[in-house]
Nanobody
């Protein structure tokens, strides 16, 4: 069983930046971030796979968010720039054991507790 511990998040004004970090207690194949706004389903944000392949982003965050992964430390970070109120959500770190579609939340085996990101207008 792999545990994920998230840090970061908070309150920021529109146009500002935040950085989320997630540390895994063991090695995983895929690591990424999802977010869930009130009354909405949990949605994919960004993810990468172990082999050092491409990083995947949800269209709405491309060019603003950057995912970084340190395989040696089993950590993943999400640098979020140019934040808007539409980015307000609880952000969840996720990790998966196998080579599956990283955009689907059903393909992740482990989840963090979630961290709140609030962007004020």
């Amino acid at each position: 069983q792999v545990q994920l511990v998230e840090s970061g998040g908070g309150l920021v004004q529109a146009g500002g930046s935040l950085r989320l970090s997630c540390a895994a207690s063991g090695r995983t194949f895929s690591m990424g971030w999802f977010r869930q706004a009130p009354g909405k389903e949990r949605q994919f944000v960004a993810a990468s796979i172990w082999s050092g392949g491409p990083t995947y982003y949800e269209d709405a965050v491309k060019g603003r968010f950057t995912l970084s992964r340190d395989n040696a430390k089993n950590t993943v970070s999400l640098q979020m720039n140019s934040l808007s109120p539409e980015d307000t959500a609880v952000y969840y770190c996720a990790a998966g054991r196998g080579p599956r579609n990283v955009r689907m939340k059903e393909n992740y085996d482990y989840w963090g507790q979630g961290t709140q990101v609030t962007v004020s207008s």
